[in-house]
Every structure is written in C-alpha cells, then in structure tokens.
C-alpha cells in the first residue's frame, strides 16, 4: 500500500515538471535580473510607445493642409497600467528549434510576465504545436543544455482575450473601441543582454472632431490574431462603407490604413448636422510612393472642424 502510495507520488511529480515548466521563476521585471540559481528566463525591455507622424490631408478646396491641432494627447503617449503585449518566440540550436508563446503586462511602472492566476484567466493552453510559457525560458526542456539564439515577434491587439482556438479578436473601427496594432521583433545570439522591443504601428490614425460624423468607404483593418503566430491575420477590408454617428469628443479611429488595399488613398467624408459634408483625402508621406498600405503605418491625419463660410463643401 505504502510503495503504492510513493509511485502515486512520484507520477504527479513528474507530470507536474513536465507542465509547470515555469512555475518556479520570480514574477519581478520582464528586464530585471534573475538570482543566479534561478533557471534561465528571456530579458525583455519594451521600447516607449511610439508617436504618430501628422500627415497632409487634401481639403475640399483642393489646397493641401497639415492640421497640428491635438497631435497627441498624454494617453496615446504612454503605455496604459493593464496592457497586455503577445510574445512568440523560436528558439534554435543548430537544426534543433521550439517554438512558445507567452505575454508580458504591464503594472504602470514596469512589464513582467503572466502571474499564474492572470494566464487561468485568459485560459492560456497549447494551440496547434506550440506550446505557452509564463516565462520564456532559454534552458532545453530535456534539461541537455541551452538554445543557442532566438527570435521573438511581438504584438498589441487590444486586451482582448483569445478565444478556444488561441483567436484573439481586434474591435472594428465601427465598433467605437478601435484598437492602434502594433507589432515588433527582435533575436540575439547573446543571452546576456537584455532584448528590445520597440513596437511600430500596423494602421494609421484617423482623428474625427467632436460633433461631426464620418462616412468611408474600401477601408480595411486587422481583424484578429492568432496565439503563437508570427504575423498577424490576414488585413480584412470591408463590403459596406463605414459610417460613424456624431459624438460630443474628438475621436481617433485606427485604420489599415486611410487607403484601399492597393494603397490607394480613400476619401473622407465629414458630416455635421446629418447633410453638410466636408470630404478630405489623406495623402502619402512626403518621399514615400510605393503604393503599399504600409506607406500608411504611423501616420495621422486630423481632420479640421469646419462650420459655415470656412471652406465651402465642392462636388458633393
């Protein structure tokens, strides 16, 4: 009975080592320094968030007008207390390689991996042949030695939770919680230093004036992620042209980007009062022309406040 007991013991410890693999890390600082018995975790340092670059807009008189008005705002500056960052990351050793997925948030003051009840929380499991790590650890499971080098892709979908199948879902621009996607990446072959995440913008920003709505056709936007990928989900351009109602705040939606999906630059269209209408075209930045919508990541086009007899609406 006894000896029976001790086997029952030893299976639950060695089903527990091969789960838990992280479960005996330190949950400080995402680029703090582990103590020197600790098993070897990633250091990970993310970048400040990035600014928008205002843009030029067409007016409806034709002339071309680089509206400074509210750039930026102390909110869009800084990551937020609650944000969560999606991580995978590949680790190799000459043909050997092993691919995990994990998430870094951040406390207001510093990013650190999942705590064990936040990742029960999002339901993290294994999706497909990748498999979740709180902590992304450089040591080989089997215990033979450590991955020689890494490559980690990173994103920002919002704080949306995935579904059963590691989809995470990213609000539509008509949904009035658009979300500004960001992605990064970075590898190292040395353990040693810290790796760094500075993230870029995969839309651009679209800032519609307190009581004014909008009206936009062929826009597109990235619609969902999916846990342990390496690029985020096919862009996904709408059939049915995007109309928003007045709202008593100025507003920013992000889109991707204000063009079609040949990189062709969309007309917007303001409207006040449901009949005056305003339509403004955003152009390119300036030594750009590719024609891709990338030429449209980061840039931000503020679109003026225009009542009676400031500039009178034409071919509407």
């Not at 600082?29 to 400040?48: E, H, K, W």
């Not at 920002?156 to 059963?164: I, L, R, S, V």
């Not at 005056?276 to 679109?303: C, E, I, N, R």
């Amino acid at each position: 009975m006894i000896r029976n007991i001790f086997l029952l013991v030893l299976s639950a410890l060695a089903a527990w080592s091969c789960t838990a693999t992280d479960d005996d890390m330190p949950q400080g600082p995402a680029n703090g320094t582990q103590p020197a018995d600790a098993r070897n975790s990633l250091c990970i340092t993310i970048a400040p968030k990035p600014a928008f670059t205002q843009a030029a807009i067409t007016m409806p008189d034709g002339k071309n007008s680089t509206n400074t008005r509210a750039l930026q705002t102390e909110k869009e500056t800084k990551w937020e207390k609650g944000d969560v960052v999606w991580l995978f990351a590949r680790f190799a050793d000459g043909m050997e390689q092993r691919g995990y997925y994990s998430a870094l948030k951040y406390t207001g003051t510093t990013w650190r991996y999942l705590t064990e009840d936040e990742a029960d929380e999002f339901g993290l499991k294994a999706f497909g042949s990748y498999h979740f790590n709180r902590t992304l650890i450089y040591d080989k499971p089997d215990g033979s030695g450590k991955y020689t080098n890494v490559q980690i892709y990173a994103y920002y979908t919002g704080n949306g939770k995935p579904d059963k199948n590691g989809i995470i879902t990213i609000p539509s621009p008509d949904s009035g919680a658009s979300v500004p996607v960001m992605q990064a990446f970075d590898s190292s072959h040395d353990f040693s230093r810290p790796l760094t995440l500075s993230f870029t913008y995969c839309c651009s920003r679209l800032r519609i004036p307190a009581g004014y709505g909008l009206e936009m056709g062929n826009y597109g936007y990235y619609a969902s992620y999916q846990l342990g990928g390496v690029s985020l989900s096919r862009p996904n351009y709408s059939t049915t042209p995007l109309q928003l109602s007045a709202a008593d705040k100025d507003r920013d939606v992000f889109l991707l980007p204000v063009a079609d999906a040949n990189g062709t630059p969309v007309p917007v269209t303001l409207t006040l009062n449901g009949s005056a209408k305003w339509t403004f075209t955003p152009q390119l930045p300036t030594g750009t022309g590719t024609g891709s919508v990338t030429d449209y990541y980061g840039q931000s086009y503020t679109l003026p406040a225009l009542g009676s007899g400031s500039v009178t609406p034409g071919g509407m």
